[in-house]
């Protein structure tokens, strides 16, 4: 949740923004900040981090946006009610599923009590779609997977 907070204030947009208010801000903030537009070597640099930053905050935005998962509500709901799991892991303050389809979602706000209760239940399984479906923010992850 720490992340969602800090992308949000990097690109100043309340939870409420659409898809389409936050490609214009991304927008207009990547050409305040394009490194094309500085004079000095160190401008440039200091531009280009913070462009990457920008983007890192967009897209990750536009991941978790009520508009996208809507999208792929039909998608995610299949998997998490037909797949079993493959994997579950916490890192980096998120819940990260591997479902046996090839499935990978990120969950975020999970305390760590949560996530130690999943360990040590019966079936994991269950659990998630008692306690960790339909209550926490998700994405999915299977872009990042493949990026590592």
Do not use: W
Not at 38 to 49: K, N, Q
Not at 79 to 93: D, H, K, V
């Amino acid at each position: 949740m720490k992340k969602i907070v800090e992308y949000r204030k990097l690109l100043n947009v309340t939870k409420a923004a659409t898809l389409k208010e936050l490609k214009t801000i991304y927008r207009n903030s990547m050409k305040e900040c394009h490194p094309d537009t500085c004079t000095t070597d160190e401008e440039a640099r200091a531009a280009e981090e913070q462009s990457k930053a920008i983007i890192e905050a967009y897209h990750f935005l536009v991941s978790v946006a009520p508009e996208t998962l809507d999208k792929t509500k039909a998608e995610y709901t299949k998997t998490t009610t037909t797949s079993g799991i493959l994997e579950f892991y916490m890192e980096n303050q998120a819940l990260y599923i591997n479902f046996v389809d090839g499935s990978c979602y990120e969950y975020f706000g999970v305390p760590k009590n949560t996530y130690i209760k999943m360990i040590n239940a019966e079936s994991p399984a269950r659990f998630a779609r008692r306690h960790i479906y339909g209550t926490y923010l998700y994405r999915s992850a299977v872009k990042i997977v493949a990026e590592v």
